[in-house]
Structure formats: structure tokens, C-alpha cells
Nanobody, 123 residues
Framework: QVQLVESGGGLVQAGGSLRLSCAAS????????MGWFRQAPGKEREFVAA????????YYADSVKGRSTISRDNAKNTVYLQMNSLKPEDTAVYYC????????????????WGQGTQVTVSS
């Protein structure tokens, strides 16, 4: 059974940092590209960042580019999202997801999803 479990969310003041983790089990993480998405109340789920299976390439939404870094440790079956200079508009539930396809920005291209972790940024 495939499981993706996010952690690291919480309440932080604007300008602060958080590192989200996504621990995978039941699959060989190195076979999948991984993505982070987020969903704020009343809004659609949106792409945040993605990383190829080897970690050689990363992709970011314009809204987080320069403030966030996605990385992975395949030996630990874990993917990370480091978020800096957080803004109130970053408040959302953050999800990690796994895909074997290459259209990283599209949520419907992902095969497996975690349950999400809440990030709240206060002003």
C-alpha cells in the first residue's frame, strides 16, 4: 500500500521559514518524480514545485520561485520543500504527490497523494 505522509507544517509569522517533509512508503521513490501542491480555502489546488526522479531538475510556480527549494533523498524515501520568506498568501494545505509522467504542473498527472499538512502564515 502506497503512503505519502507530509509533516512540518505549522503556524509561522510572515518572513519566517518552514521545511515540509514527505515520507513515502510502499513505492520506490526513485522511480517517481515528486511534486508539491497547495490548496487555500475556497481556491483550487495549485502547483508549487516539482523535482525529477533523480533530482537533476526542479520546477517552481512563479509565486514561490526564489523563496522555496524542493529536494529529495531517495535513500530515505523522502522529499522536502524548504520555504523561506513566507507570506500570508502562502497559507494553505500543502500536499505532496508522486508521478511517473512528465507534466509536473498538472495535478491530474499524479498517481499518489498525501493527506496534506497545514501551513498558516500570520501577518
Amino acid at each position: 500500500q502506497v503512503q505519502l505522509v507530509e509533516s512540518g507544517g505549522g503556524l509561522v509569522q510572515a518572513g519566517g521559514s518552514l521545511r515540509l517533509s514527505c515520507a513515502a512508503s510502499g513505492l520506490t521513490l526513485s522511480s517517481y518524480a515528486m511534486g508539491w501542491f497547495r490548496q487555500a480555502p475556497g481556491k483550487e489546488r495549485e502547483f508549487v514545485a516539482a523535482i525529477t526522479w533523480s533530482g537533476a531538475a526542479t520546477y517552481y510556480a512563479d509565486s514561490v520561485k526564489g523563496r522555496s527549494t524542493i529536494s529529495r533523498d531517495n535513500a530515505k524515501n523522502t522529499v522536502y520543500l524548504q520555504m523561506n520568506s513566507l507570506k500570508p498568501e502562502d497559507t494553505a494545505v500543502y500536499y505532496c504527490a508522486a508521478t511517473r509522467r512528465a507534466n509536473y504542473g498538472q495535478s491530474n498527472e499524479y498517481d499518489y497523494w498525501g493527506q496534506g499538512t497545514q501551513v498558516t502564515v500570520s501577518s
